[in-house]
């Protein structure tokens, strides 16, 4: 192996749970990448929501255990598998999809999921590319059909998916509002993208969507928390709107009654179920967006790899989020 190496630091789940079963071992088998693979010395990982329900044992899709959490890395190519022609050692990349888990000091990914990082982003903001902007422009563009000057409202939207949103829902002509839990929070979306944004701790904040949008109603609505706001999105739709759910925590009762004269729709998106060829064109977009400049992902709150535990922790149990949050390694 190229490195010298022949294991590495990685943190292993062994057991279904809580944050503390993220262990880090320092004597983790060094993968190696087979045909069409290529193997990434890590720089930093991006820390996803699904990350902590896929860990919990929550989640629809079950990793067989043990295994190394993460999927959004950015680094540098370290040794490039059989076939693989468009990468060589010492490419600076990122990804959307690992292959042996991204919380560790190397991991292997199949070499179509693995982007030329650009010298316009840094490693951490490489990292808090994946998940955040394909289900963002997958959610905004390919599942809710979004058009130039319809609205858009972005719940939770100084979040990873949150900036994301703002960010492509701005540049492809939408009028794009937001919520957020906190005031820098708000400012951080006004800053990346958002036109207006609302407090959602305050308790008329509905009231002050719905003022604001008059009796037009809002197009469409990225949910990262359906399982508390799903029931007041389909009373802030338009006719045809659309409630596009990111993420929920569990369940909630809402009445049909209110799809049923604006006609409206509550679409589910997981990025893991979208098609090849829906990816690619995600892809398309997105890389198009980091050269022309407008695709810039903020950086939250850094933790070292030993930490992971504390980040899920954190993750779960914020206040409100002020951008991606990343492992560094």
């Given at each position: 192996?190229?490195?010298?190496?022949?294991?590495?630091?990685?943190?292993?789940?062994?057991?279904?749970?809580?944050?503390?079963?993220?262990?880090?071992?320092?004597?983790?088998?060094?993968?190696?990448?087979?045909?069409?693979?290529?193997?990434?010395?890590?720089?930093?990982?991006?820390?996803?929501?699904?990350?902590?329900?896929?860990?919990?044992?929550?989640?629809?899709?079950?990793p067989a255990l043990p295994y190394t959490p993460g999927t959004d890395v950015a680094g540098v190519i370290e040794v490039v598998g059989e076939r693989v022609t468009k990468f060589k050692k010492g490419?600076?990349?990122?990804?959307?999809?690992?292959?042996?888990?991204?919380?560790?000091?190397?991991t292997v990914a199949a070499a179509d999921t693995v982007f030329p990082l650009s010298d316009k982003l840094d490693f951490k903001q490489g990292a808090a590319i994946g998940i955040p902007y394909f289900?963002?422009?997958?959610?905004?563009?390919?599942?809710?059909?979004?058009?130039?000057?319809?609205?858009?409202?972005?719940?939770g939207a100084s979040g990873g998916v949150g900036i994301a949103a703002c960010q492509i829902a701005r540049v492809y002509g939408l009028k794009v509002l937001g919520t957020a839990g906190t005031e820098?929070?708000?400012?951080?979306?006004?800053?990346?993208?958002?036109?207006?944004?609302?407090?959602?701790?305050?308790?008329?904040?509905?009231?002050?969507?719905?003022?604001?949008?008059?009796?037009?109603?809002?197009?469409?609505?990225?949910?990262?928390?359906?399982?508390?706001?799903?029931?007041?999105?389909?009373?802030?739709?338009?006719?045809?709107?659309?409630?596009?759910?990111?993420?929920?925590?569990?369940?909630?009762?809402?009445?049909?009654?209110?799809?049923?004269?604006?006609?409206?729709?509550?679409?589910?998106?997981?990025?893991?179920?979208?098609?090849?060829?829906?990816?690619?064109?995600?892809?398309?977009?997105?890389?198009?967006?980091?050269?022309?400049?407008?695709?810039?992902?903020?950086?939250?709150?850094?933790?070292?790899?030993?930490?992971?535990?504390?980040?899920?922790?954190?993750?779960?149990?914020?206040?409100?989020?002020?951008?991606?949050?990343?492992?560094?390694?």
């Open positions: 192996m190229a490195t010298g190496r022949n294991v590495m630091r990685a943190i292993r789940v062994s057991e279904f749970g809580g944050p503390e079963v993220l262990k880090l071992l320092s004597d983790v088998l060094l993968p190696s990448p087979k045909e069409n693979q290529v193997l990434i010395k890590v720089h930093a990982c991006g820390v996803n929501p699904v990350e902590t329900y896929i860990r919990s044992g929550t989640y629809a899709r079950k490419d600076s990349v990122f990804t959307n999809g690992t292959i042996t888990g991204g919380y560790a000091e190397y289900t963002a422009y997958h959610a905004l563009i390919q599942k809710g059909h979004a058009k130039a000057g319809e609205t858009v409202l972005v719940h820098e929070g708000m400012n951080i979306a006004l800053r990346n993208g958002a036109h207006k944004m609302f407090n959602h701790r305050e308790a008329d904040y509905v009231d002050k969507i719905k003022e604001f949008v008059g009796g037009q109603g809002v197009d469409v609505i990225i949910e990262m928390l359906a399982n508390v706001n799903l029931a007041t999105d389909l009373k802030l739709l338009s006719p045809q709107g659309r409630v596009m759910i990111v993420g929920s925590r569990g369940p909630i009762e809402i009445n049909p009654r209110d799809t049923m004269m604006k006609e409206s729709s509550i679409i589910g998106v997981a990025i893991f179920s979208a098609t090849k060829k829906l990816m690619h064109e995600c892809e398309a977009a997105l890389l198009a967006g980091i050269e022309a400049g407008w695709l810039k992902p903020v950086v939250g709150l850094e933790y070292p790899l030993e930490k992971a535990a504390e980040a899920h922790e954190n993750l779960m149990n914020s206040s409100g989020a002020l951008g991606k949050m990343v492992l560094l390694i």
